[in-house]
């Protein structure tokens, strides 16, 4: 059985309440309050889809009436009866009392029946909306626990893996298990920064900005240090260059993953010749920071140019990288509402650029 509208009536006159209940009591569950203030006892009581009140009232207006009802409870949908009269207190009710309709008097009995279902309608939509954002919220929350939680439940016995595998490596002689360590030490540390991709694609697309100061050169320094222990750097040349004086303010976390998926290209990209390098340039000022990545590796083709900021798109045949990286970098600068540029050519090698804005300032 379909449950019924429940409508809240308040109105100072007598006969007004009781025809009002008396015509639509088959169809809706009416409640009426003689003044404004037993209206509001009752509102604060009951869950009402919809409330109708008389304008002109001893002691409080309707507008007023509504003023208060929106502090103790904004959800009923709200109608004000009015007298040709009284336009300034429908401007006034529009401002002050979010009313929904407004009904002349006197009233006709279709014209406030279609009111109530129309206002009962968008009542039980917008319950529906906050349900669904309730849920979303309390979604959201626990994927955020799940992911740390995953992450940090698989890295652990990861390590451990490793920390054996290098133990043993010192203990043993024969060449062939040596080789069975340094593939167990391979299958880790792809395994190890698969993990630290799906964090990091979970930073820029689904975690708000979390606004702090951010200190250019300590960032930097600090990922070099992780990139050197990750990768072997020899014969790649790094040229780094950081101008800030200017106080910036961002999010870090949407900053390491541009600057580690930028790196991580620029690194497994290059190409076999000797002379390579890898230059990093960052200069912050008022207008915000620019971050510019350049290499000169094996380049983009023109046909890749478009997409390769394209979920899981691969602008080369080389098997390595999982089509995230330039995606999460678009996403990261988007969120923090900067831009970015990618220019490239085959053989010769890419240059990003990379424009953000002080969060503080927008």
């Not at 006159?13 to 006892?41: H, P, W, Y």
């Not at 510019?292 to 094996?298: H, L, P």
Request: hydrophobic fraction near 40%; avoid cysteine.
């Amino acid at each position: 059985m379909k449950k019924r509208i429940e409508v809240l009536y308040i109105d100072d006159e007598d006969n007004n309440l009781n025809s009002f209940k008396a015509a639509l009591r088959k169809e809706f569950k009416v409640q009426t309050a003689i003044d404004a203030e037993d209206g509001l006892i009752l509102a604060k009581n009951n869950e009402f889809q919809v409330v109708i009140a008389d304008q002109r009232m001893p002691g409080m207006t309707g507008v007023e009436f509504f003023e208060k009802l929106v502090e103790i409870n904004p959800d009923p949908i709200r109608i004000l009866l009015t007298g040709y009269s009284d336009i300034s207190s429908v401007i006034d009710a529009i401002n002050r009392g979010e009313v929904y309709r407004f009904i002349d008097k006197p009233w006709n009995l279709e014209q406030i029946k279609n009111a109530i279902l129309n206002a009962a309608e968008i009542f039980n939509a917008r319950k529906e909306l906050k349900e669904k954002n309730n849920r979303l919220q309390k979604l959201h929350s626990e994927m955020n626990q799940f992911v740390y939680s995953l992450s940090h439940e698989l890295r652990g016995p990861l390590m451990s893996i490793s920390g054996i595998s290098k133990l043993a490596k010192m203990e043993v002689k024969d060449p062939g298990i040596i080789e069975y360590f340094e593939m167990i030490d391979s299958a880790t540390l792809k395994l190890d920064d698969f993990i630290y991709k799906m964090l990091d694609f979970y930073r820029s697309t689904k975690i708000e900005n979390k606004v702090v100061t951010i200190k250019f050169e300590d960032i930097l320094r600090q990922l070099l240090d992780e990139y050197k222990l990750k990768w072997n750097l020899d014969g790649i040349e790094i040229f780094l260059s950081i101008d800030q004086e200017d106080v910036f303010h961002s999010d870090e976390s949407k900053i390491r993953v541009i600057l580690n998926n930028l790196f991580s290209n620029a690194f497994k990209f290059q190409k076999d010749d000797p002379g390579k390098w890898i230059k990093i340039n960052i200069e912050v000022n008022y207008k915000g920071a620019m971050i510019e990545v350049s290499d000169n590796g094996i380049g983009i083709e023109d046909k890749h140019i478009d997409d390769v900021f394209n979920l899981f798109h691969r602008a080369t045949q080389r098997n390595v990288g999982s089509g995230l990286g330039l995606y999460m970098v678009k996403e990261s600068i988007e969120q923090m509402k900067g831009h970015v540029i990618l220019k490239s050519v085959p053989k010769i090698g890419t240059i990003v650029h990379v424009h953000l804005p002080d969060l503080l300032e927008i």
